[in-house]
């Protein structure tokens, strides 16, 4: 039996007081001569803690910044707690605890839990969004973009959950349920609300994502979300009266299909232009839209197909036709003018509307021969059976709706043709035409829309603004930072639209210089919180100012940001856009970096990870397969589950998680911990091992340098298991190669790690403040004899060795010289002899 026995509880408990003790994790920011950043999105402290996927992500994330560290980096990895938000305070209802109390009780677990993996945090460094030290800087945050004219206040239609009792984001509304509550349906409600002016960086926002160095799951999400698209604005003039109507749409070279027009409910014109008999349908139709739910993200066949006649024309720039305007609302006020020109015969919504409507459908696209013979109906029957010929008829009569490619047809004036043309080109010809006429323009739009940041929440930063008894707004002062939370016992929402805070007069009237004036009583998304953080890790000590600009410019933008993909459009879309509005305020300039275009975007390396399942299940807490890290670590180490999670799969894949799989690394770190204490293979000079454990080390440093920098921390550990078997069974070792293995394996096991440092090689120091990675020596990563198969027929008959630079002759005559070839053969003649260098020599006989 071993006389070393590896205890995971004593070793890891012994090097984390080390650590702390001797300040390994610390980082003096303005001394590092090599910074690195890397930062792992922080939790929100929602739950009593973390889960084993979250340990997942953490891992991963902590084993680059440590790898960086042993290659020279000063780095930097600090972690803080997103615990403001709807997150933290539903959790809170729902256990029926008060946010004040529960969450810093939820805050120590996790920090207990974090601590207990051996994380490289500085804790030094920690943030608590719900901190007064905190969101003093959020509240100036929004200070600083409403001086830019960035933020503003409006009543417009928003997304209303009534389970949340609060305004949420577009984001957050999936096929007009609300994402937390998904058998709620989002109300539209028009409420006061504040903003900020995203859209005013759409341009921006997009054409960034073509560049940077981002997932690419990650980037098409934001780009999605973002919605460029390029068309005209056309204008349509009221039949009798002066007003115009304007349209913007991605399609103009089908104006002269359009039959009828669609304006929101809430069009400014409509009340303007409503025939006087139609007044009571409208209002009868506004009234029954007021509560429908809504969804901007909703596929076109799932919007409503209602809708009114308004009593009014429009005319048809291109043809002079009268065309008939209704309401509806499958069109929205807050996406492009509020209004549409209808091609029933080349939109799908629009063509539904029309039959349901009994309205003209004209044919203007002569559908593509190739996009016709790929087109499917919808119904099985007309699938099966339909006629090329036949369906071009159809859709030229205007009984089928097609969307595909063609060319245009009937569509001329005495002044312009598109008849012939293909789409690119008579979209360009019929803007150019309106353009000549002052009828329309070319126009890039986005789908994105300003970013409302107003919930009727309790759990938030207070929007630091105040009203006087006229409404006029008046910003907080910068000096009377923070407006802060006051401690109030019923703190969940009633649904009225008004945050609880409204309840509490004594906070929210106040008297200053003899004038009355009413706080806002709605606090912010937390999204604006976590919009920023990273900035803040920078300068945690300093309370003058958010950041530190000298701080800000050596260690920013990041260099690493790992999270999950949930967060592609949410956080990650609203942080790169706090970072633009900062730096269009004249409050944030970040360091230049190469490769950065834009000096204004945070994140240099964004990748995401991937999701655990347990047993080949996605984990719930309703399935009972949620894994607490706390009962493996307890029993098998932190160290051994670090590793174990890291050996799944792909990091940017997950895995699954498996109980009886766990014991595998567990034994893999036994037998290492037994080889540095109790081998008795003497140990020389390098250059005196054997060439082909001098090869593999080589080759290991190289792939696990390589796999750890692309996250593919699975076969990182691989090879490192494949040296230790290769160093066990040789009769010689070294020192570099006893070194080597354990600092290549010290950011997947680092209580591990220091233990063999410190202990079995009597290193005086950390090895986090002494050891660097090793280099490879290219030419060693190669061994000059490889190994041939020979085959006969395709079927393997022999196995030689021969130089690794052995030409195909050369090859061929050692395969046709080989008794167990020859054998093979059996006197056939040779018919044929393929030659694949550095793999196989196959006869063919």
Same mark, same amino acid.
């Not at 995971?8 to 390994?24: C, F, I, L, N, S």
């Not at 006429?437 to 207070?462: E, H, V």
């Not at 590793?643 to 799969?649: I, K, N, P, S, T």
């Given at each position: 039996?071993?006389?070393?026995?590896?205890?995971?509880?004593?070793?890891?408990?012994?090097?984390?007081?080390?650590?702390?003790?001797?300040?390994?994790?610390?980082?003096?920011?303005?001394?590092?001569?090599?910074?690195?950043?890397?930062?792992?999105?922080?939790?929100?402290?929602?739950?009593?803690?973390?889960?084993?996927?979250?340990?997942?992500?953490?891992?991963?994330?902590?084993?680059?910044?440590?790898?960086?560290?042993?290659?020279?980096?000063?780095?930097?990895?600090?972690?803080?707690?997103?615990?403001?938000?709807?997150?933290?305070?539903?959790?809170?209802?729902?256990?029926?605890?008060?946010?004040?109390?529960?969450?810093?009780?939820?805050?120590?677990?996790?920090?207990?839990?974090?601590?207990?993996?051996?994380?490289?945090?500085?804790?030094?460094?920690?943030?608590?969004?719900?901190?007064?030290?905190?969101?003093?800087?959020?509240?100036?945050?929004?200070?600083?973009?409403?001086?830019?004219?960035?933020?503003?206040?409006?009543?417009?239609?928003?997304?209303?959950?009534?389970?949340?009792?609060?305004?949420?984001?577009?984001?957050?509304?999936?096929?007009?349920?609300?994402?937390?509550?998904?058998?709620?349906?989002?109300?539209?409600?028009?409420?006061?609300?504040?903003?900020?002016?995203?859209?005013?960086?759409?341009?921006?926002?997009?054409?960034?994502?073509?560049?940077?160095?981002?997932?690419?799951?990650?980037?098409?999400?934001?780009?999605?979300?973002?919605?460029?698209?390029?068309?005209?604005?056309?204008?349509?003039?009221?039949?009798?009266?002066?007003?115009?109507?304007?349209?913007?749409?991605?399609?103009?070279?089908?104006?002269?299909?359009?039959?009828?027009?669609?304006?929101?409910?809430?069009?400014?014109?409509?009340?303007?232009?409503?025939?006087?008999?139609?007044?009571?349908?409208?209002?009868?139709?506004?009234?029954?839209?007021?509560?429908?739910?809504?969804?901007?993200?909703?596929?076109?066949?799932?919007?409503?197909?209602?809708?009114?006649?308004?009593?009014?024309?429009?005319?048809?720039?291109?043809? !002079?036709? $009268?065309?008939?305007?209704?309401? &509806?609302?499958?069109? @929205?006020? #807050?996406?492009?003018? %509020? =209004?549409?020109? +209808?091609?029933?015969?080349?939109?799908?919504?629009?063509?539904?509307?029309?039959?349901?409507?009994?309205?003209?459908?004209?044919?203007?696209?002569?559908?593509?021969?190739?996009?016709?013979?790929?087109?499917?109906?919808?119904?099985?029957?007309?699938?099966?059976?339909?006629?090329?010929?036949?369906?071009?008829?159809?859709?030229?009569?205007?009984?089928?709706?097609?969307?595909?490619? !063609?060319? $245009?047809?009937?569509?001329?004036? &005495?002044?312009?043709? @598109?008849? #012939?043309?293909?789409? %690119? =080109?008579?979209? +360009?010809?019929?803007?150019?035409?309106?353009?000549?006429?002052?009828?329309?323009?070319?126009?890039?739009?986005?789908?994105?829309?300003?970013?409302?940041?107003?919930?009727?929440?309790?759990?938030?930063?207070?929007?630091?603004?105040?009203?006087?008894?006229?409404?006029?707004?008046?910003?907080?002062?910068?000096?009377?930072?923070?407006?802060?939370?006051?401690?109030?016992?019923?703190?969940?929402?009633?649904?009225?639209?008004?945050?609880?805070?409204?309840?509490?007069?004594?906070?929210?009237?106040?008297?200053?210089?003899?004038?009355?004036?009413?706080?806002?009583?709605?606090?912010?998304?937390?999204?604006?919180?976590?919009?920023?953080?990273?900035?803040?890790?920078?300068?945690?000590?300093?309370?003058?100012?958010?950041?530190?600009?000298?701080?800000?410019?050596?260690?920013?933008?990041?260099?690493?940001?790992?999270?999950?993909?949930?967060?592609?459009?949410?956080?990650?879309?609203?942080?790169?856009?706090?970072?633009?509005?900062?730096?269009?305020?004249?409050?944030?300039?970040?360091?230049?970096?190469?490769?950065?275009?834009?000096?204004?975007?945070?994140?240099?390396?964004?990748?995401?990870?991937?999701?655990?399942?347990?047993?080949?299940?996605?984990?719930?807490?309703?399935?009972?397969?949620?894994?607490?890290?706390?009962?493996?670590?307890?029993?098998?180490?932190?160290?051994?589950?670090?590793?174990?999670?890291?050996?799944?799969?792909?990091?940017?894949?997950?895995?699954?998680?498996?109980?009886?799989?766990?014991?595998?690394?567990?034994?893999?770190?036994?037998?290492?911990?037994?080889?540095?204490?109790?081998?008795?293979?003497?140990?020389?000079?390098?250059?005196?091992?054997?060439?082909?454990?001098?090869?593999?080390?080589?080759?290991?440093?190289?792939?696990?340098?390589?796999?750890?920098?692309?996250?593919?921390?699975?076969?990182?550990?691989?090879?490192?298991?494949?040296?230790?078997?290769?160093?066990?069974?040789?009769?010689?070792?070294?020192?570099?190669?006893?070194?080597?293995?354990?600092?290549?394996?010290?950011?997947?096991?680092?209580?591990?790690?220091?233990?063999?440092?410190?202990?079995?090689?009597?290193?005086?120091?950390?090895?986090?403040?002494?050891?660097?990675?090793?280099?490879?020596?290219?030419?060693?990563?190669?061994?000059?004899?490889?190994?041939?198969?020979?085959?006969?027929?395709?079927?393997?008959?022999?196995?030689?060795?021969?130089?690794?630079?052995?030409?195909?002759?050369?090859?061929?005559?050692?395969?046709?010289?080989?008794?167990?070839?020859?054998?093979?053969?059996?006197?056939?003649?040779?018919?044929?002899?393929?030659?694949?260098?550095?793999?196989?020599?196959?006869?063919?006989?």
């Amino acid at each position: 039996m071993s006389e070393h026995i590896y205890d995971p509880a004593v070793v890891e408990q012994r090097w984390q007081k080390y650590w702390d003790d001797h300040g390994t994790n610390q980082i003096d920011l303005r001394a590092a001569k090599n910074p690195y950043y890397v930062l792992m999105m922080f939790p929100y402290p929602s739950a009593e803690g973390l889960h084993v996927g979250n340990v997942y992500a953490f891992t991963g994330a902590d084993v680059t910044g440590r790898h960086r560290r042993l290659r020279g980096y000063d780095v930097f990895e600090p972690i803080g707690f997103d615990a403001f938000g709807i997150h933290s305070e539903n959790f809170a209802m729902k256990i029926n605890r008060h946010p004040a109390e529960l969450i810093p009780a939820n805050i120590a677990n996790f920090t207990r839990q974090l601590r207990m993996m051996g994380l490289m945090y500085d804790w030094r460094r920690s943030v608590d969004t719900t901190s007064p030290d905190y969101y003093k800087w959020t509240q100036w945050i929004f200070l600083q973009l409403y001086k830019a004219g960035l933020a503003y206040r409006d009543e417009k239609e928003v997304n209303f959950c009534p389970d949340c009792g609060t305004v949420i984001a577009d984001e957050q509304v999936i096929d007009g349920k609300c994402e937390r509550h998904p058998d709620t349906e989002v109300q539209r409600r028009k409420l006061p609300s504040w903003f900020f002016r995203i859209t005013n960086f759409a341009d921006r926002l997009d054409k960034n994502l073509d560049w940077i160095d981002w997932s690419e799951k990650t980037k098409l999400a934001q780009k999605n979300w973002i919605g460029r698209s390029e068309g005209a604005e056309v204008d349509f003039q009221v039949q009798g009266r002066n007003e115009r109507i304007r349209v913007y749409t991605t399609r103009p070279d089908t104006l002269f299909g359009a039959t009828f027009m669609v304006l929101a409910v809430d069009h400014p014109l409509v009340d303007a232009i409503a025939g006087t008999r139609e007044r009571d349908a409208i209002a009868k139709y506004r009234e029954a839209c007021a509560s429908a739910p809504q969804d901007a993200s909703a596929p076109v066949s799932a919007l409503s197909k209602t809708g009114v006649f308004i009593g009014a024309n429009a005319i048809n720039p291109v043809n !002079g036709a $009268a065309i008939p305007i209704y309401i &509806s609302d499958y069109v @929205l006020s #807050g996406y492009g003018t %509020g =209004a549409i020109m +209808a091609v029933p015969a080349h939109d799908e919504r629009d063509f539904e509307f029309a039959e349901k409507f009994g309205l003209p459908i004209r044919c203007v696209i002569s559908p593509d021969a190739a996009a016709l013979a790929d087109f499917r109906l919808p119904d099985p029957i007309s699938r099966d059976s339909h006629d090329s010929e036949a369906l071009r008829e159809e859709i030229l009569r205007g009984q089928t709706c097609w969307s595909g490619a !063609g060319v $245009a047809v009937n569509s001329s004036n &005495s002044e312009v043709s @598109l008849d #012939g043309l293909a789409v %690119g =080109a008579a979209k +360009a010809r019929i803007t150019q035409w309106l353009e000549s006429k002052n009828l329309g323009k070319a126009k890039t739009t986005f789908r994105l829309r300003d970013w409302g940041i107003s919930r009727q929440r309790y759990w938030g930063p207070p929007i630091p603004v105040l009203y006087d008894e006229d409404g006029n707004i008046h910003p907080v002062p910068e000096d009377q930072l923070p407006v802060t939370l006051p401690p109030i016992r019923d703190f969940r929402p009633k649904g009225d639209g008004r945050g609880p805070l409204a309840n509490v007069p004594e906070w929210m009237n106040v008297e200053i210089n003899g004038r009355k004036y009413r706080r806002e009583t709605d606090v912010m998304d937390n999204f604006l919180d976590s919009a920023w953080y990273y900035l803040r890790y920078v300068s945690t000590d300093d309370d003058k100012r958010p950041y530190d600009p000298e701080l800000i410019r050596k260690w920013l933008p990041l260099d690493v940001y790992i999270g999950g993909n949930e967060h592609a459009v949410l956080h990650l879309l609203y942080t790169r856009f706090i970072c633009m509005a900062l730096d269009h305020a004249g409050a944030l300039k970040m360091g230049n970096r190469p490769g950065m275009t834009d000096g204004a975007e945070p994140f240099r390396k964004l990748r995401s990870h991937g999701l655990l399942i347990k047993e080949g299940s996605k984990m719930s807490k309703s399935k009972g397969n949620v894994v607490n890290p706390d009962e493996y670590v307890e029993k098998w180490g932190a160290d051994t589950l670090r590793l174990y999670l890291m050996f799944l799969g792909p990091y940017q894949q997950g895995g699954d998680f498996r109980d009886t799989d766990i014991v595998g690394m567990r034994r893999f770190l036994n037998r290492l911990y037994t080889w540095y204490h109790e081998s008795t293979q003497p140990v020389v000079a390098n250059d005196t091992l054997p060439k082909p454990l001098l090869v593999k080390t080589h080759q290991t440093i190289k792939k696990v340098r390589e796999d750890i920098d692309a996250l593919s921390y699975n076969t990182a550990i691989s090879a490192i298991m494949e040296l230790l078997n290769a160093a066990k069974d040789a009769l010689q070792t070294s020192d570099f190669i006893r070194e080597s293995l354990i600092v290549m394996l010290a950011p997947l096991a680092p209580h591990f790690a220091e233990e063999i440092w410190q202990g079995a090689l009597r290193k005086p120091e950390s090895i986090w403040k002494s050891a660097r990675y090793p280099d490879h020596i290219e030419e060693l990563t190669r061994l000059d004899e490889i190994e041939i198969v020979l085959q006969v027929g395709g079927r393997i008959r022999d196995k030689i060795v021969v130089p690794r630079d052995a030409s195909k002759e050369a090859l061929e005559a050692k395969a046709l010289a080989s008794d167990k070839v020859r054998a093979a053969m059996a006197g056939a003649a040779v018919k044929k002899v393929i030659v694949v260098p550095g793999r196989l020599v196959n006869v063919i006989i």
